[in-house]
């Protein structure tokens, strides 16, 4: 099986800045476009950066310019680089992508559009 896990959520002030990482594991042969979604409280999950695995890269515009979002092909790992956070981009971040192929029991799996169980990023002001 393979596991999408986030970490380097937490608690920053205004302007401050974070960096997440989703790193997959699991015996991956290859991950197709990944990228980060975010939900806060009461509104849907929205996008807020994809990569492609050839690192074409897609910023919603409430970010864009304070965030860079970069990947690791050999680690099978995915970064959100966010500064000059405002409260607003309170949320749960989530890593997911859209197409990945493992091993398991001698044969391959493709699972699409898989999700990461989500980091919290608070933002104070």
């Known amino acids: 099986q393979v596991q999408l896990v986030e970490s380097g959520g937490g608690l920053v002030q205004a302007g401050g800045s974070l960096r997440l990482s989703c790193a997959a594991s699991?015996?991956?042969?290859?991950?197709?476009?990944m990228g980060w979604y975010r939900q806060a409280p009461g509104k849907q999950r929205e996008l807020v950066a994809t990569?492609?695995?050839?690192?074409?890269?897609t910023y919603a515009d409430s970010v864009k310019g304070r965030s860079t979002i970069s990947r690791d092909n050999a680690k099978n790992t995915v970064y959100l680089q966010m500064n000059n956070l405002k409260p607003e981009d309170t949320a749960v971040y989530y890593c997911?992508?859209?197409?990945?192929?493992?091993?398991?029991?001698?044969?391959?799996?493709?699972?699409?559009?898989?999700w990461g169980q989500g980091t919290q990023v608070t933002v104070s002001s």
């Open positions: 997911h992508t859209d197409h990945v192929t493992y091993y398991s029991g001698g044969y391959s799996h493709t699972m699409y559009d898989y």
């Open positions: 699991g015996s991956i042969f290859s991950i197709n476009g």
């Open positions: 990569i492609t695995s050839d690192k074409g890269t």
